[in-house]
């Protein structure tokens, strides 16, 4: 089994910034990819950016610029830098790793952007 657990939310004010932590542990074989993922209220879970083994970073159009994906394999960890955030960044952030054929989510981990 494989945990994944995001920490590094909170509240900040526009134009602030915030750096995402996602700890995984357990039976960590081959990850494929991992990636952030968010769901604000009302919507559809959405990705932000992902990060697939042996390729560069990919990001949805609203973050490109301001956010940053990476992986610290020795601590199997994965990072999301946070800049210029927006009201509209306002949403619950999931961690989401692939690893051989198995899908894993993290429990979240909360965003509030203030204007």
């Known amino acids: 089994q494989v945990q994944l657990v995001e920490s590094g939310g909170g509240s900040v004010q526009t134009g602030g910034s915030l750096r995402l932590s996602c700890a995984a542990s357990?039976?960590?074989?081959?990850?494929?990819?991992m990636g952030w993922y968010r769901q604000a209220p009302g919507a559809q879970r959405e990705p932000v950016a992902i990060?697939?083994?042996?390729?560069?970073?990919k990001y949805a159009e609203s973050v490109k610029g301001r956010f940053t994906i990476s992986r610290d394999n020795a601590k199997n960890t994965l990072y999301l830098q946070m800049t210029s955030l927006k009201p509209e960044d306002t949403a619950v952030y999931y961690c989401?790793?692939?690893?051989?054929?198995?899908?894993?989510w993290g429990q979240g981990t909360q965003v509030i952007v203030s204007s």
């Open positions: 990060i697939p083994t042996g390729d560069g970073a």
């Open positions: 989401h790793a692939v690893i051989s054929t198995n899908g894993y």
């Open positions: 357990g039976s960590i074989g081959n990850i494929i990819i």
